[in-house]
């Protein structure tokens, strides 16, 4: 049987063979996390770009699912609850997306909840860093820059950069600042994969791996990565999104077979001109994949 988590107050569509495929963009971000354009104001953007099939899927936080449900019935946009959950695993920080979410189950709140209480902290290590390589008055700034406090992240403190004319853009500020070895960047221990994917699947949702082309890991702990998600319940990963380029869209379409994973599909899109890609804007899933949304109803 089909998932019907997501359709239960919005349009069912049914396909015809005059109606195109639905356009899917299953990861995005509003400024309810580091993204720029209120949740009513994305899914209007999406709409814009032929978007049909949509999930806001803010860092840590499920606060702008309620506007933006209102927005895509409006729009009619199908809505699928979602939420990107920072995760720690080993060395390495990855991100969890969770699709067809129950907001409200307090499960899943809690362990947000835990997530957002540690962000300031690091927020301000990070200032400090910064303050050391000569960039003053960053926490204010990024601070000016978070729509929600409580989700301060480096996507604020890059903004922040980019105004100060530190940086050209804000794709240029991830090269030269906030990551590993580079001035701004502090350690923090986030959620445990076997945590984010246990609040995901107690919810109802199902779990992704977000972005897998931005770790940066051998073939060997990507594989083991894999495995564990796997084991633990995860049941999806990103092949196209707009951090991979068409040369790694075959690869993780080829590891989401190998695994027997889904594949799913998104922009990641945060701000027009920041990203990649567009909202909406991405090519089709390779032919090979088996998507995430295959039995969602009226998908």
Known sequence: MGKTVFCYDLPVFHKSPAMPDHNFDL???????????????????????????????????????????????????????????????????????????DPAHPVLRM?????????????????????????????????????????????HFARYLVDQGIVKDV????????????????????????????????????????HPGRYQMGSGKMHELLEEFKNLGGVGIEVVTGSHTPEQFPLYANLAQKFGLLSSRGSDFHAPGEGYRDIGRLPALPELCKPIWHDWVGC
């Open 27 to 101: 990861h995005c971000h509003s400024n309810v996390s580091d993204g720029m354009l209120p949740p009513a104001e994305l899914v209007a953007r999406a709409a814009a770009q032929g978007v049909t099939v949509l999930s806001l899927t803010d860092h840590d936080d499920v606060a702008g699912l309620e506007a933006a449900r209102t927005a895509a019935l409006a729009h009619n946009i199908q809505l699928v609850n979602g939420v990107e959950i920072s995760v720690t695993w080993g060395s390495h920080t990855l991100h969890i997306v969770g699709l067809q979410i």
């Open 111 to 155: 362990g947000l909840e835990g997530i957002r209480h540690g962000r300031s902290e690091r927020a301000e290590k990070m200032a400090e860093q910064l303050d050391k390589a000569g960039i003053k008055d960053s926490l204010h700034g990024a601070y000016q820059h978070a729509s929600n406090k409580n989700l301060i992240g480096r996507m």
């Open 171 to 210: 794709r240029t500020v991830f090269k030269k600042y906030l990551v590993k070895g580079k001035p701004g960047y502090v350690s923090h221990q986030w959620a445990t994969l076997a945590e984010a994917v246990g609040w995901i699947v107690a919810s109802g949702g199902q779990a992704v791996i977000a």
